[in-house]
């Protein structure tokens, strides 16, 4: 449904060249959900708007359902629905009426427009703000007006540039649901951005992990957290001698591609954690040292980026307030 080729985008502010796309390429299924995620300035806004025809691409090419981005611009935008980071919304008329007046710019007849308008808000949860002035509304609400007006003209992908921020963490949730809900009711195809971790992992089935203008990952969340961070396993011993002692018996264990302690806590990044910890508990009581806690989990999304660049998406401008890695079990001793 959306195919893009060698996409480049260079630009020049104050005589400096600015390389903000590099010969990026990746596919979307129909019906597909798929997260572009980067830090700021990684170039996820500016691949945004070439593969939707606002930004004439360097060099590459863009193909969405079926049509060439720049040869067709017309065809695509028909397909397409875009929603930007910054409200599409007036402030002086009642959202329904824009609404109409949105569907009546796309070519639906006034009958048709009423009918979408009232369809669109319905299905996003805002059928009670009908009448309501945008300028009127919480954050929330007005994401939601956003995304009802690139629904309009009931488009076959829809295209969410950082849907949620600046949102609280409740409204986030609730909008994350309307967005998944509107997949199932319509089998939209989504392409969104987000420096938002947690955002990536709840909406997305695929996540396309952009740095610095170059795709560097691309694959589900798990198979991501699978190949390029491993598990860990988490024991704690006694005190901070034993925890040592724990940790230079983890270094030796097949697998082990990180370990730290952390006063009583020793935690080692390893493959197939689950199987590793009842060995590494066995070598612990073989050497007679006493674990009080013990537990594994799988890496989170910045434990990828973090391999995959060296840095923290949260230092390079991207943002993981809410994302923690996730415990996959726990045992006490
Ligand atoms: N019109 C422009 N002129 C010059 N440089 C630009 C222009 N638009 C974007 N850039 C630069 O291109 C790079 C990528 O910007 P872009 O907005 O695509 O990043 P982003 O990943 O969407 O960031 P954010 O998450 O902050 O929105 C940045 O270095 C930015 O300063």
Redesign the pocket.
């Known amino acids: 449904m959306i195919r893009a080729e060698g996409l480049r985008k260079t630009?020049t502010?104050d005589k400096e060249t600015?390389e903000?796309v590099r010969d990026v390429s990746f596919d979307v299924a129909a019906g597909e959900v798929v997260a572009l995620l980067?830090?700021?300035?990684?170039?996820?806004?500016?691949?945004l708007r070439m593969l939707t025809t606002l930004l004439p691409p360097t060099a590459g090419s863009v193909h969405i359902a079926g049509h060439d981005a720049i040869r067709e611009p017309g065809r695509v935008r028909e397909a397409i629905g875009y929603v930007g980071?910054k409200n599409a919304s007036g402030e002086n008329h009642r959202i329904r009426d824009e609404l109409i007046t949105q569907g009546r710019c796309y070519g639906l007849k006034t009958r048709h427009a009423r009918h979408r308008a009232d369809e669109v808000l319905e299905v996003l949860g805002i059928g009670d703000l009908a009448a309501r002035n945008p300028g009127t509304l919480s954050g929330g609400q007005r994401r939601r007006v956003d995304i009802a007006l690139g629904l309009i003209h009931n488009p076959h992908v829809l295209f969410l540039d950082?849907p949620s921020t600046g949102l609280d963490p409740q409204s986030r949730a609730g909008l994350w649901d309307q967005i998944q809900l509107l997949r199932r009711e319509y089998g939209i195809t989504i392409l969104l951005?987000t420096?938002y971790l947690d955002e990536a992992d709840h909406m997305a089935e695929r996540i396309v992990i952009?740095d610095r203008?170059e795709v560097i990952a691309n694959g589900t969340a798990d198979a991501l957290k699978a190949s390029l961070a491993g598990d860990w396993m988490q024991i704690t011993t006694s005190d901070a001698e034993t925890a040592r002692a724990a940790a230079r018996l983890a270094g030796r264990m097949a697998g082990a591609s990180e370990v730290t302690t952390d006063g009583q806590s020793v935690r080692v990044r390893i493959v197939g954690a689950e199987a590793a910890l009842p060995a590494f508990l066995r070598l612990l009581d073989h050497d007679s040292i006493t674990v009080t806690r013990a537990s594994v989990g799988r890496p989170s999304l910045d434990d990828v980026f973090l391999n995959l660049t060296g840095r923290p998406l949260e230092e390079s401008?991207g943002a993981t307030a809410t994302t923690t890695d996730e415990p996959i079990g726990a045992t006490h001793a």
Do not use: D
């Open positions: 630009f502010a600015i903000a980067g830090p700021n300035g990684a170039g996820k806004s500016t691949m980071q950082e951005t420096h952009v203008g401008g």
